[in-house]
Protein backbone atom coordinates (compact mmCIF):
# COMPACT_ATOMS: atom_id res chain seq x y z
CA UNK A 1 0.00 0.00 0.00
CA UNK A 2 1.54 3.08 -1.02
CA UNK A 3 -0.92 5.75 -0.22
CA UNK A 4 1.92 8.83 -0.49
CA UNK A 5 4.89 9.25 -2.21
CA UNK A 6 7.78 7.72 0.37
CA UNK A 7 9.95 10.58 2.06
CA UNK A 8 14.16 9.55 2.34
CA UNK A 9 16.13 11.15 4.11
CA UNK A 10 19.88 11.53 3.19
CA UNK A 11 22.50 11.96 5.24
CA UNK A 12 26.14 12.34 3.82
CA UNK A 13 29.00 15.24 4.76
CA UNK A 14 30.28 14.37 1.10
CA UNK A 15 28.23 17.00 -1.38
CA UNK A 16 29.03 15.31 -4.48
CA UNK A 17 27.71 11.93 -3.20
CA UNK A 18 24.44 13.58 -1.34
CA UNK A 19 23.28 15.39 -4.40
CA UNK A 20 23.81 12.14 -6.43
CA UNK A 21 22.02 10.10 -3.90
CA UNK A 22 18.91 12.30 -3.69
CA UNK A 23 18.85 12.81 -7.49
CA UNK A 24 18.75 8.99 -8.04
CA UNK A 25 16.17 8.31 -5.57
CA UNK A 26 14.33 11.77 -6.37
CA UNK A 27 14.01 9.79 -10.07
CA UNK A 28 12.81 6.86 -9.06
CA UNK A 29 9.75 8.70 -7.98
CA UNK A 30 10.88 9.18 -3.69
CA UNK A 31 10.96 12.45 -2.05
CA UNK A 32 14.12 13.50 -0.96
CA UNK A 33 14.99 15.57 1.73
CA UNK A 34 19.03 15.73 2.23
CA UNK A 35 21.32 16.45 4.63
CA UNK A 36 25.25 16.90 5.84
CA UNK A 37 25.58 15.73 9.18
CA UNK A 38 24.20 13.39 11.64
CA UNK A 39 23.03 15.82 14.02
CA UNK A 40 20.65 17.48 11.47
CA UNK A 41 19.34 14.21 10.15
CA UNK A 42 18.11 13.47 13.80
CA UNK A 43 16.83 16.92 13.94
CA UNK A 44 14.69 16.30 10.44
CA UNK A 45 13.53 12.85 11.94
CA UNK A 46 11.69 14.26 15.03
CA UNK A 47 10.21 16.79 12.59
CA UNK A 48 9.18 14.82 10.02
CA UNK A 49 7.92 11.67 9.45
CA UNK A 50 10.15 9.73 7.22
CA UNK A 51 9.95 6.02 5.11
CA UNK A 52 13.62 5.33 5.43
CA UNK A 53 16.88 7.12 6.37
CA UNK A 54 20.15 6.80 3.71
CA UNK A 55 23.17 7.49 5.90
CA UNK A 56 26.95 7.66 5.26
CA UNK A 57 28.68 5.64 8.28
CA UNK A 58 31.58 8.39 8.47
CA UNK A 59 30.75 11.64 8.88
CA UNK A 60 32.26 14.33 11.13
CA UNK A 61 30.59 14.88 14.58
CA UNK A 62 27.75 12.25 14.84
CA UNK A 63 28.25 9.40 12.98
CA UNK A 64 26.09 7.39 10.71
CA UNK A 65 26.61 4.68 13.74
CA UNK A 66 25.99 7.32 15.93
CA UNK A 67 22.69 8.20 14.78
CA UNK A 68 21.73 4.75 14.32
CA UNK A 69 21.82 3.64 17.66
CA UNK A 70 19.59 7.29 18.65
CA UNK A 71 17.12 5.83 15.88
CA UNK A 72 16.80 2.84 17.33
CA UNK A 73 15.92 4.28 20.86
CA UNK A 74 13.08 6.15 19.37
CA UNK A 75 11.96 4.93 16.05
CA UNK A 76 12.49 1.86 15.90
CA UNK A 77 10.48 1.02 12.91
CA UNK A 78 12.29 3.16 11.00
CA UNK A 79 14.56 1.18 8.02
CA UNK A 80 18.02 2.42 7.72
CA UNK A 81 20.61 1.90 5.36
CA UNK A 82 23.80 2.80 6.13
CA UNK A 83 26.89 3.56 3.57
CA UNK A 84 30.01 2.36 4.42
CA UNK A 85 33.79 2.54 3.05
CA UNK A 86 35.22 0.13 0.48
CA UNK A 87 37.06 -1.27 3.57
CA UNK A 88 34.80 -0.92 6.34
CA UNK A 89 33.14 -4.42 6.08
CA UNK A 90 33.48 -4.74 9.85
CA UNK A 91 31.90 -1.07 10.35
CA UNK A 92 28.86 -2.95 8.06
CA UNK A 93 28.76 -5.88 10.64
CA UNK A 94 28.69 -3.57 13.56
CA UNK A 95 25.63 -1.59 12.10
CA UNK A 96 23.52 -4.69 11.08
CA UNK A 97 23.77 -5.27 14.96
CA UNK A 98 22.88 -1.95 15.72
CA UNK A 99 20.17 -2.54 13.42
CA UNK A 100 20.60 -1.23 10.26
CA UNK A 101 18.27 -2.81 7.94
CA UNK A 102 20.88 -3.08 5.25
CA UNK A 103 24.20 -1.36 3.96
CA UNK A 104 25.52 0.01 0.83
CA UNK A 105 29.82 -0.74 0.36
CA UNK A 106 31.09 2.18 -1.59
CA UNK A 107 31.63 2.55 -4.09
CA UNK A 108 28.09 1.19 -5.52
CA UNK A 109 25.87 1.48 -8.74
CA UNK A 110 22.85 3.07 -9.15
CA UNK A 111 20.58 0.00 -9.69
CA UNK A 112 22.13 -1.55 -6.60
CA UNK A 113 21.43 1.78 -4.56
CA UNK A 114 17.66 1.81 -6.03
CA UNK A 115 16.70 -2.11 -5.15
CA UNK A 116 18.12 -1.97 -1.79
CA UNK A 117 16.51 1.61 -0.96
CA UNK A 118 12.97 -0.62 -2.35
CA UNK A 119 13.67 -3.53 -0.23
CA UNK A 120 14.51 -1.65 3.01
CA UNK A 121 11.20 0.28 2.76
CA UNK A 122 9.54 -2.92 1.97
CA UNK A 123 10.87 -5.09 4.16
CA UNK A 124 9.85 -2.98 7.71
CA UNK A 125 8.21 -5.34 9.90
CA UNK A 126 8.91 -4.41 13.01
CA UNK A 127 10.56 -6.94 15.22
CA UNK A 128 9.70 -6.82 19.23
CA UNK A 129 13.71 -7.35 19.77
CA UNK A 130 13.92 -4.24 17.71
CA UNK A 131 11.83 -2.40 19.83
CA UNK A 132 12.11 -3.86 23.41
CA UNK A 133 15.81 -5.19 23.36
CA UNK A 134 18.34 -3.69 21.54
CA UNK A 135 16.58 -0.61 23.70
CA UNK A 136 16.92 0.27 27.13
CA UNK A 137 14.08 1.31 28.68
CA UNK A 138 15.28 4.19 30.62
CA UNK A 139 14.10 7.38 32.03
CA UNK A 140 14.08 9.04 28.63
CA UNK A 141 11.59 6.10 27.31
CA UNK A 142 9.52 5.79 30.18
CA UNK A 143 8.42 6.70 33.64
CA UNK A 144 7.31 4.05 36.21
CA UNK A 145 4.19 2.91 34.36
CA UNK A 146 4.03 5.58 31.12
CA UNK A 147 5.98 4.49 28.33
CA UNK A 148 6.70 7.35 25.24
CA UNK A 149 10.31 8.82 24.35
CA UNK A 150 8.71 12.01 22.98
CA UNK A 151 9.26 15.01 23.43
CA UNK A 152 6.01 15.64 25.04
CA UNK A 153 6.55 12.80 26.96
CA UNK A 154 9.85 13.69 28.20
CA UNK A 155 8.56 17.18 29.65
CA UNK A 156 5.41 15.31 31.57
CA UNK A 157 8.19 12.90 33.21
CA UNK A 158 10.14 16.51 34.02
CA UNK A 159 6.65 17.88 35.52
CA UNK A 160 5.71 15.17 37.32
CA UNK A 161 9.01 15.17 39.25
CA UNK A 162 8.44 18.45 39.50
CA UNK A 163 4.97 18.72 41.11
CA UNK A 164 5.46 14.92 42.80
CA UNK A 165 7.52 16.47 46.00
CA UNK A 166 4.81 18.95 46.79
CA UNK A 167 1.40 19.35 48.37
CA UNK A 168 -0.29 21.22 45.60
CA UNK A 169 -3.50 19.88 44.11
CA UNK A 170 -2.85 18.93 40.09
CA UNK A 171 -5.73 18.90 37.27
CA UNK A 172 -5.24 15.90 34.69
CA UNK A 173 -6.55 16.81 31.52
CA UNK A 174 -6.59 14.63 28.58
CA UNK A 175 -8.89 12.99 26.18
CA UNK A 176 -10.28 9.04 27.04
CA UNK A 177 -7.18 7.00 27.26
CA UNK A 178 -4.11 9.54 26.92
CA UNK A 179 -2.84 7.95 30.59
CA UNK A 180 -4.72 10.17 33.24
CA UNK A 181 -4.37 7.72 35.84
CA UNK A 182 -1.40 6.59 35.48
CA UNK A 183 0.06 9.77 35.79
CA UNK A 184 -1.71 10.45 39.19
CA UNK A 185 -0.29 6.95 40.21
CA UNK A 186 3.20 8.26 39.23
CA UNK A 187 2.68 11.55 41.16
CA UNK A 188 1.77 9.82 44.04
CA UNK A 189 4.35 7.13 43.75
CA UNK A 190 7.08 9.93 44.01
CA UNK A 191 5.87 12.15 46.28
CA UNK A 192 6.01 11.92 50.14
CA UNK A 193 3.42 10.24 50.64
CA UNK A 194 3.85 7.40 48.61
CA UNK A 195 3.94 4.91 51.91
CA UNK A 196 0.07 5.92 52.60
CA UNK A 197 -2.49 5.21 50.63
CA UNK A 198 -3.50 6.41 46.76
CA UNK A 199 -7.16 6.38 46.97
CA UNK A 200 -9.10 6.73 43.23
CA UNK A 201 -12.71 7.39 42.85
CA UNK A 202 -14.74 7.66 39.53
CA UNK A 203 -16.96 10.60 40.24
CA UNK A 204 -19.16 9.37 37.25
CA UNK A 205 -19.73 5.99 38.67
CA UNK A 206 -21.84 7.25 41.44
CA UNK A 207 -25.06 9.00 41.82
CA UNK A 208 -25.04 12.39 43.30
CA UNK A 209 -25.62 11.48 46.71
CA UNK A 210 -23.99 8.25 47.06
CA UNK A 211 -20.83 10.46 45.75
CA UNK A 212 -21.17 12.66 48.59
CA UNK A 213 -21.50 9.78 51.17
CA UNK A 214 -18.53 8.10 49.91
CA UNK A 215 -16.71 11.49 49.75
CA UNK A 216 -17.36 12.52 52.65
CA UNK A 217 -18.71 9.75 54.47
CA UNK A 218 -21.64 9.68 56.94
CA UNK A 219 -23.13 8.85 60.12
CA UNK A 220 -25.53 6.29 61.04
CA UNK A 221 -29.30 7.01 60.20
CA UNK A 222 -28.36 9.88 58.31
CA UNK A 223 -30.65 8.73 55.11
CA UNK A 224 -32.62 5.69 54.37
CA UNK A 225 -29.63 3.12 53.60
CA UNK A 226 -27.10 4.55 55.85
CA UNK A 227 -27.48 1.69 58.42
CA UNK A 228 -23.94 1.35 59.42
CA UNK A 229 -21.72 4.77 59.91
CA UNK A 230 -19.06 5.24 57.01
CA UNK A 231 -15.91 6.77 56.86
CA UNK A 232 -15.96 9.12 53.54
CA UNK A 233 -12.48 8.57 50.88
CA UNK A 234 -11.16 11.86 52.45
CA UNK A 235 -10.54 10.00 55.74
CA UNK A 236 -9.47 6.99 53.71
CA UNK A 237 -6.86 8.98 51.75
CA UNK A 238 -5.84 10.31 55.40
CA UNK A 239 -1.46 11.45 55.12
CA UNK A 240 -1.79 9.81 51.26
CA UNK A 241 -3.57 11.00 47.68
CA UNK A 242 -7.06 11.00 46.60
CA UNK A 243 -7.42 10.75 42.89
CA UNK A 244 -10.88 12.42 41.70
CA UNK A 245 -10.99 11.22 38.33
CA UNK A 246 -13.43 12.82 35.78
CA UNK A 247 -14.45 15.65 37.85
CA UNK A 248 -16.43 17.15 35.61
CA UNK A 249 -19.47 15.46 36.50
CA UNK A 250 -19.63 16.22 39.58
CA UNK A 251 -23.56 17.88 40.02
CA UNK A 252 -23.13 21.85 41.05
CA UNK A 253 -24.34 20.60 44.82
CA UNK A 254 -21.38 18.33 45.49
CA UNK A 255 -19.55 21.34 43.66
CA UNK A 256 -19.87 23.26 46.35
CA UNK A 257 -19.07 20.91 48.78
CA UNK A 258 -16.16 20.13 47.49
CA UNK A 259 -15.57 23.24 47.37
CA UNK A 260 -15.61 23.95 50.73
CA UNK A 261 -13.40 20.95 52.07
CA UNK A 262 -10.67 22.32 49.93
CA UNK A 263 -10.74 25.64 51.39
CA UNK A 264 -11.30 24.60 54.65
CA UNK A 265 -9.44 21.29 54.69
CA UNK A 266 -11.66 19.65 56.94
CA UNK A 267 -14.65 17.28 56.18
CA UNK A 268 -18.18 16.75 57.63
CA UNK A 269 -19.68 13.66 57.39
CA UNK A 270 -23.27 13.53 56.07
CA UNK A 271 -25.67 13.66 59.26
CA UNK A 272 -22.72 14.56 61.54
CA UNK A 273 -22.08 18.17 62.76
CA UNK A 274 -18.26 17.44 63.47
CA UNK A 275 -15.57 18.26 61.30
CA UNK A 276 -12.45 16.15 60.52
CA UNK A 277 -9.34 18.05 59.88
CA UNK A 278 -7.77 16.12 56.63
CA UNK A 279 -4.65 15.79 55.72
CA UNK A 280 -4.53 14.79 51.53
CA UNK A 281 -3.21 15.42 48.57
CA UNK A 282 -5.49 16.13 45.76
CA UNK A 283 -4.78 14.90 42.36
CA UNK A 284 -8.48 15.54 39.85
CA UNK A 285 -8.94 14.52 36.44
CA UNK A 286 -10.92 15.13 33.48
CA UNK A 287 -11.49 14.19 29.76
CA UNK A 288 -13.52 17.63 28.78
CA UNK A 289 -12.64 21.01 28.59
CA UNK A 290 -12.99 22.26 32.60
CA UNK A 291 -12.67 25.96 31.27
CA UNK A 292 -15.17 25.30 28.79
CA UNK A 293 -17.34 23.89 31.34
CA UNK A 294 -16.65 27.14 33.13
CA UNK A 295 -17.69 29.14 30.82
CA UNK A 296 -20.76 27.36 30.07
CA UNK A 297 -21.95 27.91 33.53
CA UNK A 298 -21.73 24.01 34.71
CA UNK A 299 -18.96 24.18 36.50
CA UNK A 300 -17.96 26.32 39.08
CA UNK A 301 -15.11 28.67 38.36
CA UNK A 302 -13.96 29.13 42.35
CA UNK A 303 -13.63 25.38 42.41
CA UNK A 304 -11.66 25.08 39.03
CA UNK A 305 -9.32 27.55 39.90
CA UNK A 306 -8.74 25.62 42.89
CA UNK A 307 -8.29 22.22 41.57
CA UNK A 308 -6.25 23.69 38.71
CA UNK A 309 -3.32 24.81 40.99
CA UNK A 310 -1.13 22.76 38.84
CA UNK A 311 -2.57 21.43 35.16
CA UNK A 312 -1.02 18.94 33.67
CA UNK A 313 -2.28 18.22 30.02
CA UNK A 314 -1.60 15.00 28.15
CA UNK A 315 -1.45 15.27 24.61
CA UNK A 316 -3.24 12.62 22.41
CA UNK A 317 -1.49 9.71 20.56
CA UNK A 318 -2.22 10.86 16.80
CA UNK A 319 -0.06 14.01 18.21
CA UNK A 320 2.73 11.91 19.53
CA UNK A 321 3.24 9.35 16.51
CA UNK A 322 6.91 8.85 17.48
CA UNK A 323 5.55 7.17 20.11
CA UNK A 324 3.42 4.37 18.67
CA UNK A 325 6.03 1.88 17.68
CA UNK A 326 7.29 1.54 21.39
CA UNK A 327 4.25 1.80 22.69
CA UNK A 328 2.73 -1.05 20.24
CA UNK A 329 5.83 -3.43 20.75
CA UNK A 330 5.78 -3.30 24.24
CA UNK A 331 2.13 -4.46 24.49
CA UNK A 332 2.59 -7.11 21.77
CA UNK A 333 5.48 -8.27 24.21
CA UNK A 334 3.28 -8.47 27.18
CA UNK A 335 0.22 -10.02 25.69
CA UNK A 336 2.23 -12.47 23.30
CA UNK A 337 3.46 -13.40 26.72
CA UNK A 338 0.38 -13.65 28.73
CA UNK A 339 -1.23 -15.66 25.85
CA UNK A 340 1.50 -18.09 25.87
CA UNK A 341 1.83 -16.55 21.66
CA UNK A 342 5.18 -16.99 20.29
CA UNK A 343 4.90 -13.57 18.12
CA UNK A 344 8.13 -11.59 16.87
CA UNK A 345 6.67 -8.85 15.50
CA UNK A 346 4.49 -6.88 12.87
CA UNK A 347 4.19 -6.90 9.48
CA UNK A 348 4.88 -4.09 6.92
CA UNK A 349 1.84 -3.43 6.37
CA UNK A 350 0.45 -3.49 9.80
CA UNK A 351 2.93 -0.67 10.53
CA UNK A 352 1.62 1.51 7.62
CA UNK A 353 -2.19 1.05 9.13
CA UNK A 354 -1.15 1.97 12.56
CA UNK A 355 0.92 4.99 11.39
CA UNK A 356 -2.15 6.52 9.77
CA UNK A 357 -4.70 5.47 12.13
CA UNK A 358 -6.10 8.54 14.41
CA UNK A 359 -6.46 6.60 17.97
CA UNK A 360 -9.24 8.43 19.15
CA UNK A 361 -9.52 5.87 22.10
CA UNK A 362 -5.90 6.57 22.46
CA UNK A 363 -2.89 4.37 24.43
CA UNK A 364 -5.96 2.51 25.47
CA UNK A 365 -7.41 1.50 22.22
CA UNK A 366 -3.86 0.89 20.98
CA UNK A 367 -3.57 -1.75 24.06
CA UNK A 368 -6.80 -3.38 23.33
CA UNK A 369 -6.18 -3.67 19.52
CA UNK A 370 -2.90 -5.48 20.02
CA UNK A 371 -4.45 -7.51 22.58
CA UNK A 372 -7.33 -8.48 20.27
CA UNK A 373 -4.79 -8.56 17.34
CA UNK A 374 -2.70 -11.77 19.66
CA UNK A 375 -5.63 -13.38 20.01
CA UNK A 376 -6.39 -13.82 16.48
CA UNK A 377 -3.01 -13.93 15.12
CA UNK A 378 -1.95 -17.18 13.49
CA UNK A 379 1.54 -16.23 12.83
CA UNK A 380 4.97 -15.13 14.16
CA UNK A 381 4.20 -11.03 12.43
CA UNK A 382 1.23 -10.01 13.39
CA UNK A 383 -0.72 -9.32 10.31
CA UNK A 384 -3.25 -6.88 9.00
CA UNK A 385 -6.18 -9.24 9.20
CA UNK A 386 -5.28 -9.79 12.95
CA UNK A 387 -6.06 -5.71 13.43
CA UNK A 388 -9.53 -5.34 13.28
CA UNK A 389 -9.55 -1.66 13.00
CA UNK A 390 -12.08 0.77 12.08
CA UNK A 391 -11.32 1.06 8.06
CA UNK A 392 -13.35 4.17 7.51
CA UNK A 393 -10.47 6.18 9.54
CA UNK A 394 -7.71 4.54 7.28
CA UNK A 395 -9.57 5.75 3.83
CA UNK A 396 -10.32 9.25 4.97
CA UNK A 397 -6.66 9.62 5.83
CA UNK A 398 -5.72 8.77 2.60
CA UNK A 399 -7.84 11.13 1.18
CA UNK A 400 -6.59 14.45 3.43
CA UNK A 401 -3.60 13.59 2.91
CA UNK A 402 -2.81 13.20 -1.00
CA UNK A 403 -2.65 16.90 -1.44
CA UNK A 404 -3.78 15.73 -5.71
CA UNK A 405 -4.66 12.59 -7.14
CA UNK A 406 -1.46 11.89 -9.30
CA UNK A 407 -1.62 11.28 -12.35
CA UNK A 408 0.53 8.06 -13.30
CA UNK A 409 1.39 8.81 -17.12
CA UNK A 410 2.56 12.30 -15.41
CA UNK A 411 4.75 10.59 -12.91
CA UNK A 412 6.20 7.93 -15.38
CA UNK A 413 7.20 11.53 -17.24
CA UNK A 414 8.98 13.30 -14.47
CA UNK A 415 10.75 10.09 -13.68
CA UNK A 416 12.08 9.75 -17.12
CA UNK A 417 13.63 13.39 -17.18
CA UNK A 418 15.21 13.14 -13.43
CA UNK A 419 16.75 9.82 -14.60
CA UNK A 420 17.87 11.69 -18.00
CA UNK A 421 19.13 14.62 -15.28
CA UNK A 422 21.02 11.93 -13.01
CA UNK A 423 23.43 11.63 -15.27
CA UNK A 424 26.48 11.36 -13.00
CA UNK A 425 26.43 7.31 -12.06
CA UNK A 426 27.09 7.85 -7.81
CA UNK A 427 30.35 4.89 -8.35
CA UNK A 428 31.71 7.90 -10.75
CA UNK A 429 30.95 10.66 -8.29
CA UNK A 430 32.67 8.15 -5.39
CA UNK A 431 35.49 8.29 -7.52
CA UNK A 432 35.91 11.83 -8.29
CA UNK A 433 35.15 12.90 -4.74
CA UNK A 434 38.04 10.60 -3.55
CA UNK A 435 40.41 12.09 -5.63
CA UNK A 436 39.06 15.36 -5.11
CA UNK A 437 39.63 15.09 -1.59
CA UNK A 438 43.34 14.20 -1.95
CA UNK A 439 44.27 16.46 -4.87
CA UNK A 440 43.84 13.64 -7.82
CA UNK A 441 46.71 11.71 -5.94
CA UNK A 442 45.47 7.97 -7.18
CA UNK A 443 47.78 6.32 -4.30
CA UNK A 444 46.60 8.13 -1.43
CA UNK A 445 42.66 8.07 -3.28
CA UNK A 446 43.26 4.38 -2.88
CA UNK A 447 44.26 4.46 0.54
CA UNK A 448 41.85 6.69 2.07
CA UNK A 449 39.10 4.39 0.78
CA UNK A 450 40.84 1.66 1.30
CA UNK A 451 40.94 -0.24 -1.87
CA UNK A 452 44.04 -2.13 -3.45
CA UNK A 453 45.63 0.82 -6.24
CA UNK A 454 45.19 -0.96 -8.99
CA UNK A 455 41.80 -1.74 -7.88
CA UNK A 456 41.39 1.62 -7.31
CA UNK A 457 42.19 2.46 -11.08
CA UNK A 458 40.83 -0.14 -12.89
CA UNK A 459 37.86 1.24 -11.59
CA UNK A 460 38.79 4.70 -13.10
CA UNK A 461 39.19 3.90 -16.30
CA UNK A 462 35.59 1.78 -16.57
CA UNK A 463 34.34 4.97 -15.42
CA UNK A 464 37.00 7.09 -17.94
CA UNK A 465 38.23 9.04 -15.99
CA UNK A 466 41.85 10.56 -15.91
CA UNK A 467 43.80 13.21 -15.28
CA UNK A 468 41.89 14.80 -18.20
CA UNK A 469 38.43 14.60 -16.59
CA UNK A 470 39.96 16.60 -14.13
CA UNK A 471 40.82 19.26 -15.88
CA UNK A 472 37.54 19.27 -17.65
CA UNK A 473 35.54 19.44 -14.95
N1 LIG B 1 2.05 6.39 28.22
C1 LIG B 1 1.52 5.18 28.44
N2 LIG B 1 2.32 4.11 28.51
C2 LIG B 1 1.83 2.88 28.71
N3 LIG B 1 0.54 2.61 28.88
C3 LIG B 1 -0.32 3.64 28.83
C4 LIG B 1 0.13 4.97 28.62
N4 LIG B 1 -0.94 5.77 28.60
C5 LIG B 1 -1.99 4.99 28.81
N5 LIG B 1 -1.64 3.70 28.97
C6 LIG B 1 -2.53 2.55 29.16
O1 LIG B 1 -3.75 2.87 28.52
C7 LIG B 1 -4.83 2.56 29.35
C8 LIG B 1 -5.58 3.82 29.68
O2 LIG B 1 -4.82 4.60 30.59
P1 LIG B 1 -5.52 5.44 31.74
O3 LIG B 1 -6.61 4.66 32.38
O4 LIG B 1 -4.48 6.01 32.62
O5 LIG B 1 -6.14 6.58 30.81
P2 LIG B 1 -7.17 7.72 31.19
O6 LIG B 1 -6.62 8.95 30.57
O7 LIG B 1 -7.41 7.71 32.65
O8 LIG B 1 -8.45 7.29 30.38
P3 LIG B 1 -10.00 7.64 30.68
O9 LIG B 1 -10.18 9.09 30.43
O10 LIG B 1 -10.71 6.82 29.67
O11 LIG B 1 -10.23 7.23 32.08
C9 LIG B 1 -4.27 1.86 30.56
O12 LIG B 1 -4.33 0.47 30.37
C10 LIG B 1 -2.85 2.32 30.62
O13 LIG B 1 -2.04 1.35 31.20
MG1 LIG C 1 -9.15 7.25 33.68
Redesign the pocket.
Known amino acids: MKSEIDRILVADDDAVIREGLRRILTAEGYEVEAVSNGRLALERLEQKRFRLLVTDLKMPGMSGLEVLKAIRSCQPELPVVLITGYAAIDNAVEAMKNGATDYLAKPFGNEELISKVKNAIESRAVLIDDICMRREINETH ?1 FD ?4 ASRE ?1 QRLYQRILQVAPTDSTVL ?1 S ?12 AIHAHSPRREQAFVAI ?1 CTALAENLLESELFGHVKGSFTGATQTKCGLFEVAEGGSLFL ?2 VGNISPATQAKLLRVLQQRVVTPIGSTKPIPIDIRLVA ?1 T ?1 TNLREMVRQGSFREDLFFRLNIIPID ?1 PP ?1 RERKG ?1 LML ?1 AG ?2 LRRFAEENGKEIRGFSPDVIEQLEHYSFP ?4 E ?2 NLIERAVVLSQSELIQRQDLEMPGDDLDEYASVSKTAPLDVSELKERKRLLREEAVVPLERAFLLSALDRNDWNITRAAEEVGMQRPNFQAMLKKQGISIRTRLME
Not at 145 to 148: M, P, Q, R, V
Not at 174 to 185: M, N
Request: charged content about 30%.
Open positions: GNLLGMIGESGTGKELVARDDEANLLDLQFGNVRLE
